[in-house]
T-cell receptor, first 109, second 114 residues
Framework: KNEVEQSPQNLTAQEGEFITINCSYS?????LHWLQQHPGGGIVSLFM???GKKKHGRLIATINIQEKHSSLHITASHPRDSAVYIC???????????FGKGTKLTVNP | AAGVIQSPRHLIKEKRETATLKCYPI?????VYWYQQGPGQDPQFLIS???????DKGSIPDRFSAQQFSDYHSELNMSSLELGDSALYFC?????????????FGNGTRLTVT
């Protein structure tokens, strides 16, 4: 079983829809990252969380440490949001990130 | 603002050749991480450096070596290349290895071994 599980694997939405991507993990962590990867490969760090909630523009990320679960929400989705969204955790006591398999989001106009 | 710079962006090598990938972190960042992402795979941690010393090691083959230089840039040296080494190689940097340091990623080097 993967230490980081994401759902759904693929998500198709219409422009303007509210989107939620979920991440569950099974290990103790010191931080959780939400990353965005566009075709061509470049990775952009969206959020780093250790507790609570963060908001940046139309993006909101939450984490529940007790339940070992995090969600990434996109409000008023737009075709330019189409990308792979990856949840990655930094395990306690380690510097390396453990990545989820990613969620491929397609937003249609 | 300056970002993490990786070079080259694309590299094509033949089996058994060597390759050197370079990573230039964000100014004042002293910690560098290397990841390998095979086709359709999630990134796998290879190795990290803090203040020019190896700080953590993952699934890096013995054929690979890496180091961090005095200006904090890092190089990943890959020898006796195999077809399975074809992947996207990411570098990330942070200020200090603290668990709450934001990470910044480069655009990656896509290595194709033929």
């Amino acid at each position: 079983k993967n230490e980081v599980e994401q759902s759904p694997q693929n998500l198709t939405a219409q422009e303007g829809e509210f989107i939620t991507i979920n991440c569950s993990y099974s290990v103790g962590i010191s931080a959780l990252h939400w990353l965005q990867q566009h075709p061509g490969g470049g990775i952009v760090s969206l959020f780093m969380l250790s507790s609570g909630k963060k908001k940046h523009g139309r993006l909101i990320a939450t984490i529940n440490i007790q339940e070992k679960h995090s969600s990434l929400h996109i409000t008023a989705s737009h075709p330019r949001d189409s990308a792979v969204y990856i949840c990655a955790v930094r395990k306690g006591g380690s510097e390396k990130l453990v990545f989820g398999k990613g969620t491929k989001l397609t937003v249609n106009p | 603002a300056a970002g993490v710079i990786q070079s080259p962006r694309h590299l094509i090598k033949e089996k058994r050749e060597t390759a050197t990938l370079k990573c230039y972190p964000i100014p004042r960042h002293d910690t560098v991480y290397w990841y390998q992402q095979g086709p359709g795979q999630d990134p796998q941690f290879l190795i990290s450096f803090y203040e020019k010393m190896q700080s953590d090691k993952g699934s890096i083959p013995d054929r690979f070596s890496a180091q961090q230089f005095s200006d904090y840039h890092s190089e990943l040296n890959m020898s006796s290349l195999e077809l399975g080494d074809s992947a996207l190689y990411f570098c990330a940097s942070s200020f200090g290895p603290l668990p709450w340091s934001p990470l910044h990623f480069g655009n990656g080097t896509r290595l194709t071994v033929t």
